[in-house]
C-alpha cells in the first residue's frame, strides 16, 4: 500500500503551491558560535573538542556522503546521526543542486565553499558575537548571491549548520523584541530552556538594549554569523524577484525578525522543517514565526521513518534529533519539486541505502 | 538600420545551434601567478605592484560595477579598461547569474567567492607553480562545483582573470606535447613571445618531462591554478550531462589540453572567444585547438566597438586587448540566450552606459 507524504501548513492549504518549484537549489550555510563551548547547550557534535567540526563535516558528507575532517559523521552521543544524512538524500533523489556558504566556520570544510570572509562568533555570554563590519558583511555578500542564485533559481532553499545555534537564535530574537523564552527547539533530549534563557540574560545585561537601534548591532552583540548570512541570502532572493524557504527551526524565527526589524516584504518567503519540529511540545516555532509576521507559512512533513529497520533513523522518529543542516526543508524541497507527490517508502529505501552505504559499514 | 551580431564558428554553422541556452551561468575563475611579476611579460594591470589586485577587482566588477581592492578599474598602462566591463555588460542584458571561484588567489576579492583553498602559483621560472596536492585538490573541488552546476544550468561558461595567464598555458601545452610556441595570445600590443618561449624552456630544462607521466605534474610544474580549477569544473559539467563554455583564448587550449591527456570526452564543450583572438596574427588559437582535438567548435563574435564614440573602447577594436574575463563567451552567451539574435546598438548602448558611468566619470 502505498504512503503518500503529506505537506502540512500553518496556513490555508493552497499557500503550499506558491512554492512549487521546478528548478530549486538548496544552499547550506555553515558558521560557529563559541557559545556552542558552554556545557549543556548542544548535541551537535558528540563531544565538545570536536563541535566545531561539525558544520565543515556536515557540509563535506552532503556532497560525498562521507567527511574529510573528522573520522565517521557528526552523530550525538547516543550515535544518531547528522540530519544532513536526511538532506542529502532528498537532494539526490531530486537532483537538486548543493551549495555551501561558509559565513564564520571555524574550520574550513574540505569542499568548494563559497566564502563570506567572517570570523566565527564569539560567546555572547561573554563579549560581542561579532564586529557590526562583520554582521553587514555576510548580510551583504548573501544579498549578492541571492541576487545571483534567483537568476537560476525558482527557489532557494537554506538551510545551517551552527551547533549552539538556537541559544544565539534566542539572543537575536529577545533583543530584537520576540518574546522567545521556552520557545526554542533543542538538539538535545531534554531542552535546556533555563540555561539558554539565563545565556542570554547575562549577555543583555551588559548592553542598554533600549537604546540600540540598529537591528544589525543586536545581532552583533547577541546572535551568530549564520543569521546575517541567511537573512541577506533571502533578501537578495526576494528582492530580485524569485521565492525563499528558510528550512529550518526555530533558529529561521530569528532570521525572519532580523529581515522584518529592516522591512522586507515577505510575500514569497516560507519556513520549511519536520513535524518533530512543528509538533514538539518543548518549542513553539508558530508562535514565533506569528510574533513577527502572519505572512510567512510554516510548511512541514513528517519523514516518515517510523518504519525504518535502523535504529538511529528511528530515533528520529521519537524526536531525538529533530531538525538540521535543513533536513526538512530538503525533504519538503523534493516534494514541491515532484509536485508533492512521493511514496514514503520511496525515501526510506534511498534513506536507508545511503545509511548502510555511509554510516552503519563505517568504522569510526 | 540594424547590425546584427554575426556568430563565428570553426566548424559548420549548426554546431553552433548546440550551445542554445535558457538558463546559462557565467563562472568567473580568478588567480594569481607569480610569473605575473617577469617584466614585459603582462598588462593586466598598470604596473607590477598592483598586477596581483587586477583579478579581485575584476570579480568585483562584475557585480557591483566598480572595485572595493583598487581605486578606478583594472587598465592598461594606455587607459584601456578591463574586459570586465564587457562581460558586465552582457550578463547584466542577459540577466546571465555569475559566481566567482577564487582558485589560488594572492588577494581574497571583497565579494562572494568560492574557495577552492589552495595558495596562488609560484613563478614557474623559478620553481614549480604548485604542488601536486594543491593542482589535484583544484580539479576535484572543480569537479564537485561543476556536477552541481549543471543540476540548474544548461550552458555553464567558464570565464578567467590571471594576469600573466598565457605564459603559464604556454607551458602547460608545452608540457603535454602541444606545439604552442608563437601561438599565444598576449594583453599587450606587440605579443612577446620569445620571452615567454624562454620562460617555458627555463622552466622545463629544470625537470625531466619525458619521465612524468602524470599531466597533473606537469601542470604543477609549469602552470597556475587557474588551469586544473577550469579543467575540473569543465569536467563536472561534461560529466553531468549539461555544456560547457571555455570562455577565453588561448589559455582555454592549456584547460582543453589537461582534460584531453585525461580522457574526458568532448562532445558538449565549445571556446567562446572574441574575433579578436581568432583574427589575431600574432596567435593561433585555432592551431593550438585542432593539435588537441577535432571536436571542440570555436565560437567567436566581434563585440561590435568600431562604433563607439569612447576612446576606451574603440581601442578594443583595434585588437588592443583582446579577451580577458571571459568577455568574449559573456557575449557569445547573451547571443546563445537571445535566439542568436540582437542589435549591435544595444550593447554597445548599455556597454556605453556601463562606461560613463563606472568608468569615465570616476577619479581615480
Redesign the interface.
Known sequence: MSREFDILCSQKSNVIDNFLST?P?FVCTISYTETSQIPGITFAGANPDVIKYTSPADSEFL?HGRCFSIPGVPATPDGIPTPALLTRTALLLG?????V??SGSKI?P????????INYGKNIQHEAALQLFETQQAFD??N??GN??S???DLVVLGESIPGGTTTALGVLTGLGVDANYKMSSSMPTNPHDLKIRIVQEAIKKYNLSEIKDPFKIVSLLGDPMIPAVAGIATGVIQSGSRVMLAGGTQMAAVLALMSSIKIPFNNICIGTTSYVTQDKNSDLDFLVRSISSDVPILSVNPGLDKSTKNGLLMYDKGVVKEGVGSGGALLTLLLKLGKSLDKDIFLGKLEEEYEKNIENIVV
Open positions: 528548478n537549489i556532497f537532483k537538486i543542486p548543493c551549495i556558504v561558509n574550513a574540505k569542499v568548494p565553499y563559497v566564502s563570506f570572509g555578500y548573501g549578492v548571491l545571483q542564485l537568476k537560476s533559481n
